[in-house]
Nanobody, 123 residues
C-alpha cells in the first residue's frame, strides 16, 4: 500500500517561514519525481514545485519562485518544501504528490497523492 504522509503545516504570520515534509512508503521513492500542490479556499489546486528523482531538475510556479524550495532525501524517502516570506495568498491545503515524470506533475497530474496539510498565513 502506497502512503504519502505530509507534516509541518500550521498557522503563521506574513513574512514567516515554514517547512513541510512528506514521507512515503510502499513505493520506490528514488524512482519518483516528487512535488507539492496547493489547494486554496476556493478549491483550486495548483502545482507549487517539484523535483526530479535525482533532485537535479526542479520546477516552480511563478508565484513561489525565489521563496519556496523543494528538496528531497532519498535515503529517508522524504521530500521537503521550504517556504519563506510567506504571504496570505499562500494559504491553503498543501499536498505531496509523486509521479514517474516531473513534467507530468507540473501539468497537475500524479500517480500518488498525500492527504494534505493545512497552511494558514494570516496576521
Amino acid at each position: 500500500q502506497v502512503q504519502l504522509v505530509e507534516s509541518g503545516g500550521g498557522m503563521v504570520q506574513p513574512g514567516d517561514s515554514l517547512t513541510l515534509s512528506c514521507t512515503t512508503s510502499g513505493v520506490d521513492f528514488s524512482s519518483l519525481a516528487m512535488g507539492w500542490f496547493r489547494q486554496d479556499p476556493g478549491m483550486n489546486r495548483q502545482f507549487v514545485g517539484g523535483a526530479s528523482w535525482t533532485n537535479s531538475l526542479k520546477f516552480y510556479a511563478d508565484s513561489v519562485k525565489g521563496r519556496f524550495t523543494v528538496s528531497r532525501d532519498n535515503a529517508k524517502n522524504t521530500v521537503y518544501l521550504q517556504m519563506t516570506n510567506l504571504k496570505p495568498e499562500d494559504t491553503g491545503v498543501y499536498y505531496c504528490a509523486g509521479d514517474s515524470r516531473l513534467p507530468t506533475l507540473a501539468r497537475g497530474s500524479a500517480n500518488f497523492w498525500g492527504q494534505g496539510t493545512q497552511v494558514t498565513v494570516s496576521s
